[in-house]
């Protein structure tokens, strides 16, 4: 257990509509990053919070946005959702914003569906 | 960041030394190597880091060539439950975004 929690598990949905994923980081964590990985694509870095604040951007698509909250625990939102949009969705996290030894702990995942 | 190359697959048995072979040969000096795996679909997951000095956990070892273009990493007892893909990411020191750049990997199988 990495510590990082991630819910739900599995998210269901039909093309169109707008999700929220949600992940709580590891206790004392103040950074919180996406990634999203899908069959053809891989592991894809989409964007890094860090103490409430947006740090990094990787490819996100306009249609996706996130946030991190006071507490520190983080969402992301998928609107518009089309077919290519399924994938597993990861969530990561870590002490500090970058750095060597700053290692990323990553949540089991979000399995978003899109029928 | 630089690039790099694996094998796309290896097998290993059970209870013998899985070796990881990662070719970076465009590394520059600030770049570190970094192993990531991940199991069946489930979050990757930290194993070992290195910038020059072989490196040991209670994971496993990371061996870094003198020149520093490629690196292995040991799994000295491997075990069914390693089976996964294994990541070697290479990232700048400079990388103040923190980001980590995936490829492919090398999909390990460890067979009884």
């Known amino acids: 257990d990495s510590g990082v929690t991630q819910t739900p598990k599995h998210l269901i949905t039909a093309t169109g509509q707008r999700v929220t994923l949600r992940c709580s980081p590891r206790?004392?964590?103040?950074?919180v990053y996406w990634y999203q990985q899908s069959l053809d694509q891989g592991l894809q870095f989409l964007i890094q919070?860090?103490?409430?604040?947006?740090?990094a951007k990787g490819n996100i698509l306009e249609r996706f946005s996130a946030q991190q909250f006071p507490d520190l625990h983080s969402e992301l939102n998928l609107s518009s959702l089309e077919l290519g949009d399924s994938a597993l969705y990861f969530c990561?996290?870590?002490?500090?914003?970058?750095?060597?030894?700053?290692?990323?702990?990553f949540g089991a995942g979000t399995r978003l569906s899109v029928l | 960041d630089a690039k790099t190359t694996q094998p796309p697959s290896m097998d290993c048995a059970e209870g013998r030394a899985a070796n990881l072979p990662c070719n970076h040969s465009?590394?520059?000096?600030?770049?570190?190597v970094y192993w990531y795996r991940q199991i069946h679909s489930q979050g990757p997951q930290y194993i070992i880091h290195?910038?020059?000095n072989n490196e040991t956990n209670e994971m496993a070892s990371l061996i870094i060539t003198e020149d520093r273009k490629s690196s292995t990493l040991i799994l000295p007892h491997a075990t069914l439950r390693d089976t996964a893909v294994y990541y070697c990411?290479?990232?700048?020191?400079?990388?103040?975004?923190?980001?980590?750049?995936f490829g492919g990997g090398t999909r390990l199988m460890v067979k009884p």
């Open positions: 290195g910038l020059k």
């Open positions: 990411i290479v990232r700048s020191i400079n990388n103040a975004g923190n980001m980590l750049t």
């Open positions: 465009t590394i520059s000096g600030n770049e570190y």
């Open positions: 990561a996290s870590s002490v500090s914003a970058g750095g060597t030894h700053n290692i990323q702990y």
């Open positions: 919070y860090y103490n409430g604040e947006e740090r």
């Open positions: 206790s004392g964590d103040l950074s």
